[in-house]
């Protein structure tokens, strides 16, 4: 029952740890995206539409990716080229992402998916307990684990990563110093929306192959608490992601345990430990004030 429950975990932390990589990323470069949402659900019906279309989930996956860079190309024309208001910009896709997703998916509801099957890795598979758990993993699991590795590798050991730092601490001094700041942001929200819409992938291929209205469930506000939650550090959001995705799958064995809390009360757990951990953070100022990226959320106007 420990090693289901764990598999169970496992598969709802995935989506937040992606999602909340991308916009850690995005938020290092100084840009607030708060259209997470919008670009999850994007990918989502992006993901199982094209597998439903070809027949194969690899191409669903690369569909959702798609759709969350094009998405969020539309938030960095917006914003970065526009200088449109950065909070209300991401507001507005997700709105609107939202309301797009119920569209385009309204053929494809009731549909059975096509669930992206598990990669068993020769011989490690084997291994008692660890191997079902780490070495029998669909491909999006094992690239939300490269991405963590690959991410703390780029900010903090790479050139460009030091970079997109500086750029996050003061894009005016960045500038002056030759940095090209729209560039780097441009890239840097695409790279979140990409992995928006992977982790929206997840959830339609893996997590429930198949597609229901708005069943990202708010997992993409939850993805921007985590990234302050992890102090904008990616080992840190990794653990954090297995904690809330440990709460989010929690409250489904409580009720399949019986235990007489009211339904409602288990399901509102994990924006309620969102909410708590968000209130902890505000106490610890001294750490959030040195680890926030100082440009975050300000816009980039070079002078002509």
């Known amino acids: 029952m420990l090693e289901a429950i764990l598999l169970t975990v496992i598969t709802a932390a995935t989506p937040l740890v992606i999602a909340a990589l991308g916009e850690l990323v995005t938020e290092r470069s100084g840009v607030l995206n708060l259209g997470v949402e919008g670009m999850m659900i994007m990918g989502a019906v992006s993901a199982f539409a094209a597998t439903q279309i070809t027949g194969s989930p690899y191409i669903g996956v690369l569909a959702g990716i798609a759709a969350g860079s094009?998405?969020?190309?539309?938030?960095?024309?917006?914003?970065?080229?526009?200088?449109?208001?950065?909070?209300?910009?991401?507001?507005?896709?997700?709105?609107?992402?939202?309301?797009?997703?119920?569209?385009?998916?309204?053929?494809?509801?009731?549909?059975?998916?096509?669930?992206?099957?598990?990669?068993?890795?020769?011989?490690?598979?084997?291994?008692?307990?660890?191997?079902?758990?780490?070495?029998?993993?669909?491909?999006?699991?094992?690239?939300?684990?490269?991405?963590?590795?690959?991410?703390?590798?780029f900010l903090f050991k790479s050139r460009t990563g030091l970079k997109m730092r500086a750029i996050g601490d003061?894009?005016?001094?960045?500038?002056?110093?030759?940095?090209?700041?729209?560039?780097?942001?441009?890239?840097?929200?695409?790279?979140?929306?990409?992995?928006?819409?992977?982790?929206?992938?997840?959830?339609?291929?893996?997590?429930?192959?198949?597609?229901?209205?708005?069943?990202?469930?708010?997992?993409?506000?939850?993805?921007?608490?985590?990234?302050?939650?992890?102090?904008?550090?990616?080992?840190?959001?990794?653990?954090?992601?297995?904690?809330?995705?440990?709460?989010?799958?929690?409250?489904?064995?409580a009720q399949a345990f019986g235990i007489g809390i009211p339904s409602q009360v288990l399901s509102a757990l994990p924006y309620v430990a969102t909410i708590v951990v968000l209130i902890i953070i505000s106490h610890n100022r001294r750490t959030t004030l040195v680890n926030t990226p100082a440009s975050l959320g300000k816009p980039f106007v070079p002078e002509r």
């Open 70 to 153: 094009a998405f969020s190309l539309l938030f960095g024309f917006l914003t970065l080229t526009l200088v449109a208001n950065q909070v209300a910009t991401g507001l507005a896709l997700t709105i609107l992402g939202l309301g797009l997703s119920g569209q385009l998916g309204e053929s494809f509801v009731g549909q059975p998916g096509i669930k992206l099957q598990p990669i068993v890795v020769p011989l490690l598979s084997d291994i008692p307990f660890l191997g079902r758990l780490l070495f029998q993993q669909d491909l999006i699991f094992y690239l939300s684990i490269a991405l963590v590795v690959g991410i703390h590798w």
């Open 170 to 253: 003061n894009h005016a001094s960045a500038h002056a110093l030759g940095i090209n700041v729209i560039r780097t942001r441009y890239l840097a929200v695409m790279f979140g929306g990409a992995c928006a819409g992977l982790a929206g992938a997840q959830l339609s291929l893996v997590y429930t192959p198949q597609w229901v209205e708005n069943m990202t469930a708010g997992r993409g506000w939850i993805a921007l608490a985590l990234v302050v939650f992890a102090s904008w550090r990616p080992l840190r959001l990794l653990a954090g992601g297995y904690l809330f995705g440990a709460v989010s799958i929690g409250q489904l064995h």
